[in-house]
């Protein structure tokens, strides 16, 4: 998978707070992912997690603070240019039902990525091929099991040469047996040097695959760092309580 | 005489029909169909405008939307039919001449817009959030994702409604007949009518009956076939050469979690 990665870029997230009216779902989130690095997020339900990860890729613009690519901030480019930059995969794929596996991951290329018909499916025949379903092209995203469909969207999001990548519980939807395949994928990913940032309840994942873990907690990041310090060290009682139970 | 007979021979005149049916058939049914047919797709394209317009973030275009359908739903079409086809007359006059056909056919439309509208919003509506996010998230902006994802699925889930405005609009065309339409212009019911006024017998508008149930009951059989294809599934033909994946939609179970 090394072809999609060679252009990954930094990541940091300074300060970031967004308020959904009274509602103050992040507030002052600071998260620094260096070129090639992973990031897993963990951290209880309704944290911000997943609020976090919108501002990132501005789905959802913050109130404050700023999010740097490389070293410069992407608040004022724009947006849609910022996304076919930084990869999202949802916990429920959000593949498109109406089309079939290959136009689901040629639509962008051609429409935002100019590719002619041709070039659009060989790139996406690739990209299938690298999360081992090359066979399902043809087939609707109805018809293959969660793990394939999550594996499409992944590709899906590969296929642009995104510089960084953003999983939301990506395997949380998923059967048991199923998660082991789309982790798999997601590892390989992190190996060949993409920068990621991973929200995940799969802690052996985080553990074994994470550069730095951060622990989101009320809409901040309360601890973060290597994950043996983070797991085995724990200094936050939030964060001891919080390992305690999924653990 | 016995009433049964006469009453026979209003609706049943054999001959009556055999000499209406020629015309009915040349001339009734293709203008029918023109009628239906145009109105159907200009209405189309007009309700999808409406529905965009409905959904948009600008309170201007949602509230012009809903006068607009309040309005066409509102109004007899009969009504709307007449006040289109005279009030406009002046100004069609002028780009077309006197014929009153394309403003039957405006009218029409206009009036299917209305009810098509409310049928693609809705339809629209019933799309998950998470689809345009995931359009989003691919760098799509929010008008193409709309056009690529959102509607191509809102529109195939409520096609069964769709086709019901075409029954609609096939016996609707009916009512241009107010508009003084020339011999060459008549349709299905206005032919069978004025064989029934020269003849004094009926059975020529019966035939005329006849042959809009042969229109629109194979539609409605239509429209089941395809609920019941929406409803339960139907694997993929495994063809990604089509562009718009229009004619191979598989809702299954699956993609209505
Ligand atoms: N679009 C939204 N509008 C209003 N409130 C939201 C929205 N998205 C999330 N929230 C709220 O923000 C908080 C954090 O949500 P989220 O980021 O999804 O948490 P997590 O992913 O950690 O479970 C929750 O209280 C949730 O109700
Ligand atoms: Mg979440």
């Known amino acids: 998978m090394t072809a999609a990665t060679t252009t990954s870029v930094s990541l940091d997230v300074r300060d970031v707070h967004l308020a959904f009216g009274p509602n103050r779902v992040l507030r002052g989130v600071d998260l620094s992912v260096p070129r090639g690095a992973t990031a897993c997020v963990i951290g209880p339900s309704g944290s911000g997690k997943s609020t976090l990860l919108r501002t990132i890729n501005r789905l959802i613009e913050p109130d404050r603070g700023d999010v740097l690519l490389d070293g410069r901030s992407v608040l004022g480019d724009d947006p849609d240019a910022l996304r076919q930059r930084v990869g999202m995969v949802f916990q429920q794929f959000n593949l498109f039902p109406h089309m079939s596996v290959?136009?689901?991951?040629?639509?962008?290329?051609?429409?935002?990525?100019?590719?002619?018909?041709?070039?659009?499916?060989?790139?996406?025949?690739?990209?299938l091929e690298l999360v081992g379903l090359a066979g399902k092209a043809n087939s609707r995203p109805s018809q293959l099991s969660g793990g394939q469909q999550q594996r499409v969207a992944i590709a899906r999001a590969l296929a642009l040469r995104p510089e960084v990548m953003l999983f939301d519980e990506a395997t949380s939807a998923l059967d048991p047996e199923l998660v082991k395949g789309v982790l798999g994928v997601m590892a390989d990913l992190s190996a060949a040097g993409m920068t990621m940032v991973v929200v995940t309840h799969e802690m052996g994942f985080a553990r074994q695959v994470a550069d730095t873990v951060a622990f989101m907690d009320r809409g901040v990041v309360l601890e973060a760092g290597p994950p043996e310090a983070v797991f085995e060290r724990a200094g936050h009682p939030r964060l001891r309580r919080f390992l305690d139970q999924v653990l | 005489m016995d009433p049964l007979s006469t009453l026979w021979e209003t609706f049943f005149d054999w001959d009556a029909m055999r000499e209406a049916l020629p015309e009915m058939l040349t001339v009734g049914l293709p203008?029918?169909?023109i009628l239906a047919v145009s109105a159907a797709l200009l209405g189309s394209v007009l309700g999808l405008?409406?529905?965009?317009?409905?959904?948009?973030?600008?309170r201007w275009l949602r509230w012009t939307a809903r006068v607009y359908t309040d309005v066409f739903r509102g109004l007899p079409a009969a009504a709307t039919i007449l006040l289109i086809g005279v009030g406009l007359a002046p100004l069609g006059m002028q780009v077309w001449g006197p014929d009153p056909y394309p403003l039957g056919i405006l009218a029409l439309s206009l009036i299917a817009?209305?009810?098509?509208?409310?049928?693609?919003?809705?339809?629209?509506?019933?799309?998950?959030?998470?689809q345009l996010e995931g359009a989003r998230a691919l760098g799509f902006s929010?008008?193409?994702?709309?056009?690529?994802?959102?509607?191509?699925?809102?529109?195939?889930?409520?096609?069964?409604?769709?086709?019901?405005?075409?029954?609609?609009?096939?016996?609707d065309s009916s009512l241009v007949y107010f508009l003084g339409l020339v011999a060459s212009q008549r349709e299905l019911f206005r032919i069978g009518q004025d064989y029934a006024a020269t003849t004094g017998n009926e059975s020529a508008l019966l035939l005329a009956g006849l042959c809009y149930l042969a229109l629109t009951v194979p539609l409605t059989h239509v429209v089941n076939w395809i609920d019941r294809r929406l409803r339960n599934g139907r694997p993929a033909t495994g063809s990604t050469e089509d562009d718009d994946d229009t004619a191979s939609y598989a809702a299954t179970e699956g993609d209505r979690r």
């Open chain 2, 142 to 171: 929010w008008a193409d994702a709309m056009r690529l994802v959102i509607i191509p699925q809102g529109i195939r889930r409520v096609l069964p409604a769709w086709v019901n405005q075409l029954i609609a609009l096939i016996k």
């Open chain 1, 102 to 127: 290959l136009r689901n991951v040629t639509l962008a290329l051609r429409r935002l990525g100019k590719l002619g018909a041709d070039e659009a499916d060989a790139v996406a025949r690739a990209q």
């Open chain 2, 113 to 130: 817009a209305a009810y098509i509208g409310e049928i693609f919003r809705s339809g629209i509506q019933s799309v998950e959030a998470a």
């Open chain 2, 49 to 58: 405008l409406l529905a965009v317009a409905g959904i948009s973030r600008s």
């Open chain 2, 31 to 33: 203008n029918t169909l």
